[in-house]
């Protein structure tokens, strides 16, 4: 049945109104307005993320998308334009990431450390120690079961420089002592468990899954293993399609006082997993 030209007319404006009350009422679901992040596992593990995206969506409109791999595979999606922003902890890589043209700015935005973990029987006998590289070469000379992320994260990429001040190559023992998982932190530190091994990790992923792990902290405090994070925006010149704006508008958040509280009040009984460091 037709309509009378009134009644079409009354008919059409309610269907604008509801159109665009459900466009205000959901900004990023209609209006496309998201964003995709390339992080580490170490933020999504820990569950950082969780507590801090719903704020930031809470206050914008904007979704964001996070992809989280290790710093190395993070990195190569932000050199392919694959994403938006870039939140790891590799400073020298993010650093090199921008001087080459890939991202437009860096910011520090916080920090933790590594700890070296493993099983309360301690074969290689590191408990206490200070020097993360001097514990390392006594887990070696023991030949004791070590986990390696060998995924090419920024933990990984630690881990392989402590080895190296230790003066010891453990990748010649791959398959025996030594083990290459080629995963995230939460399932490396699972299979360390599994193994009885030891293993390097990031406090904060520790923290959030101590309690499902049976393993400690035998090493820490040692300056070499600060672990800092930035986040990087990825470069419009070199990729024209990403989303700039909306981009710089997350990263601004997180270094704004707002930001900063926000990851300064993420905690696990009483202990925070990041302290907010940003300029």
Known sequence: ???????????????????LALLFAVPGALAGDFITVASTTSTQNAGLFDHLLPLFEAETGIEVRVVAVGTGQALRLARNGD????????????????????????????YNDFVVVGPASDPAGIAGMGDAAAALAGIA??????V????DSGTHRRERARWAAAGVDPTGASGTWYREAGQGMGATLN????MEA?????????LSMRGRLDLRILVEGDAQLRNQYGVTLVSPERHPHVKAALA????????????QAAIDGFTIDGERLFIPNAN
């Open 1 to 19: 049945m037709r309509l009378p030209g009134r009644s079409r007319g009354r008919v059409f404006r309610l269907f604008t109104a509801l159109a």
């Open 83 to 110: 994403a938006d922003l870039l939140l790891v902890h590799d400073r020298p890589s993010e650093e090199a990431f921008v001087a080459e043209g890939y991202g437009s700015a860096r910011f520090d935005l916080m």
């Open 141 to 146: 000379a023991v030949e004791a079961p070590f």
């Open 148 to 151: 390696s992320r060998g995924d």
């Open 191 to 194: 299979t360390a468990t599994m």
């Open 198 to 206: 030891y293993t390097l990790a990031d406090r904060g992923t520790w």
């Open 248 to 259: 710089r508008r997350f990263a601004e958040w997180l270094i704004s006082p707002g930001g």
